[in-house]
T-cell receptor, first 116, second 114 residues
């Protein structure tokens, strides 16, 4: 398995501002993903962070609101832009080390975001 | 999109009892995964299942990949207080362009009464 860290672990932000969340992995991984977990809910995939190309977004999520960077095989960032209280959630990055058909996903500890 | 029906939604059990939870879907999955999430933490992988019919154990946990590839169950034997948390099932399927996507159940919240 991979060791994944996220920064910040939590933040309280004002409406209209933006926050960038960092995800660092201790080894090179093929696939990195960003999820959102709203309070008391399950996990919803935001996008797949592709190394060297634009992220692939799921239905209901757009690049202008959630820009993603993936500069190398161990690091990715997710920005939550122009925040509103509805963006208050836990944001999680995950990795699939090999990216193969039988691969599993491992999750970081999450970033707990509260928007006032 | 694909959906997973996870049940029960919550459980209250006595310490020492066995626990069973399951996930069903109308879609076929290549892989079934079971995660546990503690408050304030990310989900931790408990068991991964790769083949239809596969039965896998991890300590007191046992999980099975349904023969139809549309369901999975997780059993916990002799529950202890640290088993408290939310358990998520997740199914992995091919989503095109060489990528695989995880679909998550809504979770089973387990409470253990000492």
């Amino acid at each position: 398995s991979a060791v994944i860290s996220q920064k910040p672990s939590r933040d309280i932000c004002q409406r209209g501002t933006s926050l960038t969340i960092q995800c660092q992995v201790d080894s090179q991984v093929t696939m990195m993903f960003w999820y959102r977990q709203q309070p008391g809910q399950s996990l919803t995939l935001i996008a797949t962070a592709n190394q060297g190309s634009e992220a692939t977004y799921e239905s209901g999520f757009v690049i202008d609101k959630f820009p993603i960077s993936r500069p190398n095989l161990t690091f990715s960032t997710l920005t939550v832009s122009n925040m509103s209280p509805e963006d208050s959630s836990i944001y999680l990055c995950s990795v699939a080390p090999s990216g193969g058909a039988s691969d599993t996903q491992y999750f970081g500890p999450g970033t707990r975001l509260t928007v006032l | 999109g694909q959906q997973l029906n996870q049940s029960p939604q919550s459980m209250f059990i006595q310490e020492g009892e066995d626990v069973s939870m399951n996930c069903t879907s109308s879609s076929i999955f290549n892989t079934w995964l079971w995660y546990k999430q503690d408050p304030g933490e990310g989900p931790v992988l408990l068991i991964a299942l790769y083949k239809a019919g596969e039965l896998t154990s991890n300590g007191r946990l046992t999980a099975q990949f349904g023969i139809t590839r549309k369901d999975s169950f997780l059993n916990i034997s002799a529950s202890i207080p640290s088993d408290v948390g939310i358990y998520f099932c997740a199914g992995r399927s091919y989503s095109g362009a060489g990528s695989y996507q995880l679909t998550f159940g809504k979770g089973t919240k387990l409470s253990v009464i000492p």
